[in-house]
């Protein structure tokens, strides 16, 4: 079975400014990677690259065994951006709708009702998305990744909006993707939280990947992700 | 079929934020006070006898060009008022990077939120300007030659502007683009002028700055086209007699040739193709 995800020194450059820089990578099918560095880093503009939401200025790459952009892929890859809003006029359960409509699903009432009950949304589904807190709009954000049962999910900065209970919870949802066998690719600066739930770390820095290996290895002799970070990434 | 998707999401969210609502009281205070002035024009009494009939038809149908004039307005300020923000916010605000992590092609947004737009357009179009005509009808007798012709004339005004704010709307923001789709509008409608003016003074240079100016942004175009098809056969006779007329715009001896309407067509396609490129390259 081909990897999940392969990039091939995938390049992004915005005028001067290098956003991305030869990014080479592959995850295995079922893996859970956390791509990690400091603000402006890279790791947004990589998932956009990998998803065909941006072109890359040079490189090239896969997404589960098909070019990056196909449309075919995309069907089983679940996104959750890092900045979003869905239309405040309608509730999360017509936004779930919409997004099963464009993905064309099977038994999309019993899905949508699944990935609302995987948020704890499914109590405020009919409400309008105006209606919603920052932490409610984040769990439909998750909501409309998680429809369809992708085998394949981006997750840029879920807990962003989130209270502790709703971080505990977006952790113990990766858990259950991982369990499942769902390809996880966490985008965070919250390094406890890649601590927790990823088998395998991709540090970024400046655009260029850093470090990249499993967790224990990356590690080293220091005790927290946080420390190694602190010691090892300059700041931006 | 993605695409119409996106034009039902358009027509839906124009129904929920309550602009069909708005539109509708608005159109309707409209046509009231159409009614009560077209009621009162027929009963005006001049010297103890009543305005003979071709009086009140030869004034409603001024008045008649008048209202289409502020129809062309509302549609055209409509489409950059509805179409921009259709595309531009959900870029703006994120909402295109869930979408278009699904599997459709960047197309279909495209041509969904433009088509949504245009439906709403021509909707409001036909059943308004549809009822002013018949309330015209009703109070004065006055049906102008092809009332059918002048709604479609105006629809396609609608269809230009929209498609210049969607294809702006790819890569400006929303008040950017309408503002500018907007402004094209009252350019070509002042192009239209002095294309107009030009043939009236003989000066070809005039007349042809008029000429590009139409034919870069085909708005003007179809205005004429809706005062021609409004205006009674004798207004076409007397503005074809009377070269000072050229200037007024609400005065036209021909309709548009079919040759630039089928310009006017090709504009909406290639304009709205090359958005669709424009979106195909764009980085989100």
């Known amino acids: 079975m081909s990897d999940a995800l392969v990039a091939r020194g995938l390049t992004k450059r915005y005028g001067r400014v290098d956003a991305l820089r030869d990014l080479t990578l592959r995850v295995a099918r079922g893996e859970s990677v956390g791509l990690l560095g400091p603000n402006g880093a890279g790791k947004s503009t990589a998932v956009k690259l990998l998803l065909g939401l941006a072109r890359p200025t040079a490189g090239d790459g896969e997404l589960l065994g098909r070019p990056l952009g196909d449309r075919e892929a995309r069907r089983r890859v679940g996104y959750l951006p890092e900045l979003f809003r869905f239309p405040a006029w309608l509730s999360a359960r017509e936004v779930l709708a919409f997004h099963a409509r464009l993905l064309r699903l099977d038994d999309a009432p019993r899905r949508i009702d699944a990935a609302l009950d995987e948020v704890a949304l499914r109590p405020r589904a009919g409400d309008r998305v105006a209606g919603y807190s920052k932490g409610m709009q984040q769990r439909l954000g998750l909501a409309v990744a998680l429809l369809g049962d992708p085998e394949l999910i981006f997750l840029d900065e879920p807990t962003s909006a989130l209270d502790p209970h709703g971080r505990s919870d977006v952790r113990a949802l990766i858990e259950r993707l991982r369990e499942r066998g769902t390809t996880v690719v966490l985008n965070s600066h919250l390094l406890g939280e890649i601590e927790r739930v990823c088998d395998r770390v991709c540090v970024m820095e400046r655009g260029r990947v850093v470090a990249d290996g499993a967790l224990t290895t990356i590690l080293g002799g220091h005790a927290t992700l946080e420390a190694w970070f602190l010691a090892t990434v300059p700041r931006p | ?284």
């Open chain 2, 1 to 284: 079929m993605t695409a119409l998707l996106f034009a039902g999401l358009t027509l839906r969210e124009l129904a929920r934020r309550r602009l069909v609502a708005a539109v509708a009281v608005l159109t309707l205070a409209i046509v009231v006070l159409t009614a009560v002035g077209m009621t009162r024009l027929a009963g005006v009494v001049i010297d103890g006898a009543p305005l003979p009939p071709p009086a009140v038809r030869g004034t409603a149908s001024g008045i008649v060009l008048l209202l289409a004039f502020f129809f062309s307005f509302v549609v055209a300020l409509g489409a950059a008022l509805i179409g921009a923000p259709a595309l531009a916010e959900s870029i703006a605000n994120g909402e295109i990077l869930a979408l278009l992590a699904r599997p459709i092609r960047r197309a279909d947004v495209v041509l969904g939120r433009w088509l949504g737009t245009l439906c709403a357009l021509t909707v409001y179009v036909a059943i308004a300007g549809g009822i002013e005509l018949a309330v015209v009808a009703s109070a004065t007798g006055y049906v102008p030659p092809h009332p059918f012709a002048a709604l479609l004339y105006l629809a396609g005004v609608g269809a230009v502007v929209t498609t210049a704010a969607i294809a702006l709307a790819v890569r400006l923001p929303a008040l950017a683009a309408g503002a500018v789709a907007a402004l094209c509008f009252g350019v070509a409608w002042i192009g239209g002028i002095v294309e107009a003016i030009g043939l009236a003074l003989g000066s070809r240079t005039i007349a042809d700055a008029g000429t590009i100016v139409t034919l870069l942004f085909p708005s003007d175009a179809l205005w004429r086209g809706a005062c021609y098809a409004l205006q009674p056969a004798l207004i076409t006779a007397a503005a074809a007699t009377n070269q000072n007329a050229g200037g007024n715009p609400f005065a036209v001896t021909a309709p548009p040739p079919p040759a630039l309407l089928a310009w006017s067509g090709g504009w909406v396609v290639v304009v709205l193709g090359a958005a669709i490129v424009a979106m195909r390259r764009r980085d989100l």
